[in-house]
């Protein structure tokens, strides 16, 4: 087999052009073809990683099996390839500025001058290559955050211009672009593609591919007055119009044969036609649902789609598998009150209470639960959903008015949720949490078990806080309980009602690990309870 071979994806125009769906289906084809692929992205940010960002700032924090805190991006490089990421696939600016200092510090570089150019291009060179050389991938798919012409990215651009001269042909840019269609003028410009272009040219590099992001198809004359201004040929301008969903994209960069612009550019053997008839029942499922269901999502981020990226997308595919709709019915926490939760709440054919940090909307949160609760509505909460559903059910079945958790009450005299004990001596805040995959033993008389159909399992994690021990006999005996066990720590990783018709709480994220070809059993057997619900 012919040296890995390096795809750059570059943006340019404006932000936001989906770089990381198109790098995804490239790698989609390329894996139909028979081919190993894997994914990266490069962030021009200084933050080391996106941990301790907001989500207003930046979305979803994804977190991979071996705990690194990552660009939701990475999410649907998953999401599509259905094969795990790791450390390598997410690399920032923080992170390559911290690694050249620390050999400044340790005398690598004695008697130099550090300096951008060669250090820091080298370390993203080493970066960007260490996928392909310690797993031997035959394509290693690059996408560089931000849009040409950022200074931020300026070091990235640079990388790849020394490794087009390295390596030639086992290099591939594919620069995607903004076609806009002005109302007033009736038509596409492509003035922005070729500006865009020329910045990426000022930069020493060449794209070999074009995309075009576009809401009207592009005609013949329009992609060859691209080509020709933008020094590619004709069938290297590939269309990409807007979708009715992102899973449509593969599909469409297959009419248009982007990856077979790519093998031709690698001179790379076609391999197999792509088999993607499992892609193509999962899209009819999900374009020809047989029933709708609608789930509240409960969350203080709900105004940014992005902040629950993979929620959102797990439902998605738990849907498809049900043969089901589902509308997800974002609302504020911070607007339930025990007075609003009725009207707030109803019509709802679950409610799903989702992750986040921090006292505001917590109490919204926990009336929300307390409905699901008291009227039997089928409830999934997540990380901080399931402490909320521990909180409420000390508060209001066990009689513990103050229960808390201690991130939200440190003085309260009932801390039913309390920080974890490898935890209490922490200081710093990036990295630092419980991250990453952990094995839980569940009960086989349990719903849990039902889902999963297995006692031991693995989920992600991302948290500082658990259930406290020093009460788990008092909530069990009163009901809720204790269905999923990590057995080394002892750490309570699900709890559920057994009177009950679904009601599951779980300390781990499993949205994480949703993808096309494997839904969640979670999700899916949540979605399938609110069928049921509807039903009734």
Not at 117 to 142: A, C, Q, Y
Not at 150 to 158: A, F, G, K, N
Not at 380 to 403: H, P, S, Y
Request: proline letters at 5%.
């Amino acid at each position: 087999m012919p040296s890995t071979k390096y795809v750059f994806v570059t943006g340019g125009v404006a932000s936001s052009l989906g770089k990381g769906i198109i790098s995804a289906s490239l790698a989609k084809l390329l894996q139909a073809r028979g081919f190993s692929v894997t994914i990266q992205k490069l962030d021009p940010y200084i933050n080391i990683d996106p941990g301790t960002l907001n989500p207003y700032e930046h979305g979803e924090c994804y977190v991979t099996e071996d705990g690194a805190e990552t660009d939701l991006d990475l999410g649907h490089y998953e999401r599509y390839l259905n094969v795990p990421t790791s450390q390598a696939n997410n690399v920032t600016t923080g992170r390559i500025y911290q690694e050249v200092i620390f050999r400044e510090r340790r005398g690598d570089y004695l008697g130099e001058t550090v300096q951008v150019i060669p250090h820091i291009t080298d370390e993203i060179k080493r970066r960007i290559k260490l996928l392909g050389s310690e797993n031997k991938f035959d394509f290693v798919i690059t996408e560089i955050g931000g849009t040409v012409g950022d200074i931020e990215s300026l070091p990235y651009i640079e990388a790849v211009r020394q490794m087009r001269w390295e390596i030639g042909t086992d290099c591939v840019v594919v620069h995607l672009t903004l076609v806009p269609f002005l109302a007033a003028a009736g038509e596409l410009k492509t003035k922005p593609t070729q500006h865009s272009v020329k910045t990426l040219l000022e930069q020493g590099v060449q794209p070999d591919i074009i995309v075009c992001r576009t809401e009207k198809h592009l005609n013949e004359n329009l992609r060859n007055k691209i080509a020709l201004f933008c020094n590619v040929n004709p069938t290297a301008v590939i269309e990409s119009i807007d979708a009715e969903s992102i899973y449509d994209v593969p599909l469409l960069m297959l009419d248009e044969k982007l990856d077979v612009e790519v093998l031709e550019k690698t001179r790379m053997p076609m391999g197999n036609t792509p088999e993607l008839s499992k892609w193509e029942e999962f899209l009819f499922r999900l374009k020809h649902p047989e029933k709708q269901v609608v789930i509240g999502l409960i969350g203080k981020y709900v105004e940014l789609k992005d902040a629950y990226k993979s929620i959102h997308e797990s439902f998605v595919h738990a849907g498809a598998s049900n043969h089901c709709k589902v509308i997800v019915k974002a609302l504020h926490s911070e607007s339930i009150t025990h007075a609003t939760a009725g009207d707030i709440l109803k019509g709802l054919d679950g409610i799903l209470v989702a992750p986040g940090f921090g006292s505001r909307g917590i109490e919204g949160k926990i009336e929300a639960i307390r409905y699901a609760r008291e009227n039997q509505i089928p409830f999934l909460g997540i990380c901080l959903g399931m402490q909320c559903a521990v909180i409420e059910f000390g508060r209001n079945v066990l009689g513990l008015k103050d229960a808390h958790s201690t991130e939200m009450d440190p003085d309260t005299t009932n801390p039913v949720i309390d920080i974890m004990e490898g935890q209490k001596s922490v200081s710093g805040k990036g990295g630092t949490m419980r991250l990453g995959a952990y094995p839980c033993t569940i009960s086989e008389n349990s719903r849990a078990f039902d889902v999963y159909g297995t006692p031991d399992i693995r989920e992600r994690h991302r948290h500082r806080y658990e259930f406290n021990n020093a009460y788990l006999d008092l909530y069990q005996k009163a009901g809720m309980k204790a269905s999923g066990i990590n057995t080394k720590d002892n750490l309570v990783e699900i709890v559920e009602l057994s009177s009950h018709p679904w009601f599951i709480g779980i300390q781990f994220h499993p949205e994480y690990k949703s993808t096309v070809a494997n839904p969640h059993p979670l999700f899916v057997n949540f979605v399938k309870a609110a069928i049921t619900y509807s039903e009734k």
